[in-house]
Structures are given as structure tokens and as C-alpha cells.
């Protein structure tokens, strides 16, 4: 059974840098065709894609946050971390990790953690 | 960077309506179209990839047609369960930037 689960502060203050782990199980990372990327959804709004990184530690970032975000993975606790400096309000929302699927699939989010809220304010 | 754009926002239908959802990018993607249903405090769900093939375990009253720029989710006779928000998503770009709509909220 594949799972992904997210771990983090619920609250952070503006400014701080923010880190979210994802833990997952039931696949590898290092498995062709296989990533792992965020996605974050404000209260009420669409979904926002962040960061995702592959096996081959290729990372790759939404142009507009590319410089407050950070993307890494720990293969062997099957961990893939996360870190957006100088959070802000508007940064409030929900987070997600996923599991992202090539080839038939087609780079599909196919498998979601269940999310962790995270609220920006002093 | 592709932008995805959802039709309509929102949309009130009444259980055993046939419900169509529009997605367009703003270039070409070919098939590389998904879309996902996310229900009230809950992750989004895979529902079709490839812009028509069903994921496992999705009722075939759901079915995605489209390719190019031009997307439609369709749900045959809508179910109490159905009602949520869908989300269209494009996998096209590379290197990689995936990219979602809006989101149309299917409400009673």
C-alpha cells in the first residue's frame, strides 16, 4: 500500500523559514519514472504546485517561488524535505506531498498524503 | 509557464444530471491532461490521467475526453457522492512545471 504523510510546524511566524518532511511507503524513490512533489492550497483556492524531485535528485521549482524554496530527499528513510525561507501570510494554507507517476501515468499526482495546515502569523 | 483555465467556476446540478467540466490551456499539451476530485477537508483524488484513461477504482460514469488545448471532464448521472470540487491538471511541460486550474465546484 502506498502512503505519503506530511510532518511540519502548524504555526510559523513571518520571516521564518518553514520545513516540511514527507514520509512515504509502498514505493522507492529511486524507481524510474517515479517523483515526489508539493503542492499547496490556500483556504478556498486552487491548487498550487511547488517543488517536486526525482531519483536522480533532479529538482524542479515553480518559477515564481523559485527562490524561497528548497527540495531534498533522504532515499534511505524515504524522506523527501521541503523548505520555504521568509514565510509570509499569504503562505497560509494547506500543504501536500505526492507521489508522481511517468511513463503510462503520465507524471500524474497519483497518490496524495492527507495534507498538514500550516498558518503564517506572529 | 502553461496555464490551465476551468469552466465554469461552479455549478449547481441535482443527483442523475449529466455534468460536463471544461479545461483549456494556454498552449498545447497533447493528452497530457489529468483531473482530480477533492471533497471538502480531503486531498485530492486521481480520477483520470492521459486526458481519458480512468484510474483504478473510478466509477465509470466518469469519463475525460480532449486533446491539444481543449479538455472536457464528463459525469454521467451524478451521484450524492460526487458532489466536489475537480481540478484539471496539465503534465506537459519540461522540464517539469505542472500546472492546475482553477478548480469547478459541482454543488447540489
Known amino acids: 500500500q502506498v502512503t505519503l504523510r506530511e510532518s511540519g510546524p502548524a504555526l510559523v511566524k513571518p520571516t521564518q523559514t518553514l520545513a516540511l518532511t514527507c514520509t512515504f511507503s509502498?514505493?522507492?524513490?529511486?524507481?524510474?519514472?517515479?517523483?515526489v512533489g508539493w503542492v499547496r492550497q490556500s483556504p478556498g483556492k486552487a491548487l498550487e504546485w511547488l517543488a517536486l524531485?526525482?531519483?536522480?535528485?533532479?529538482?524542479f521549482y515553480n518559477s515564481s517561488l523559485r527562490t524561497r524554496l528548497t527540495v531534498s530527499k533522504d532515499t534511505s528513510k524515504n524522506q523527501v524535505v521541503l523548505k520555504m525561507t521568509n514565510m509570509d501570510p499569504v503562505d497560509t494554507g494547506t500543504y501536500y506531498c505526492?507521489?508522481?507517476?511517468?511513463?503510462?501515468?503520465?507524471?500524474?499526482?497519483?497518490?496524495w498524503g492527507q495534507g498538514t495546515m500550516v498558518t503564517v502569523s506572529s | 509557464d502553461i496555464q490551465m483555465t476551468q469552466s465554469p467556476s461552479s455549478l449547481s446540478a441535482s443527483v442523475g444530471d449529466r455534468v460536463t467540466i471544461t479545461c483549456r490551456a494556454s498552449?498545447?499539451?497533447?493528452?497530457?491532461l489529468q483531473w482530480y476530485q477533492q471533497k471538502a477537508g480531503k486531498a485530492p483524488r486521481l480520477l483520470i490521467y492521459?486526458?481519458?484513461t480512468l484510474q483504478r477504482g473510478v466509477p465509470s460514469r466518469f469519463s475525460g475526453s480532449g486533446s491539444g488545448t481543449e479538455f472536457t471532464l464528463t459525469i454521467t448521472s451524478l451521484q450524492p457522492e460526487d458532489f466536489a470540487t475537480y481540478f484539471c491538471?496539465?503534465?506537459?511541460?519540461?522540464?517539469?512545471?505542472?500546472?492546475f486550474g482553477g478548480g469547478t465546484k459541482v454543488e447540489i
Open positions: 505526492a507521489r508522481i507517476s511517468g511513463y503510462e501515468l503520465m507524471d500524474a499526482f497519483d497518490i
Open positions: 509502498g514505493f522507492s524513490l529511486s524507481t524510474s519514472g517515479v517523483s
Open positions: 524531485i526525482d531519483g536522480d535528485d533532479n529538482e
Open positions: 492521459g486526458a481519458s
Open positions: 498552449h498545447t499539451i497533447d493528452t497530457y
Open positions: 491538471q496539465q503534465s506537459y511541460s519540461s522540464p517539469p512545471a505542472p500546472s
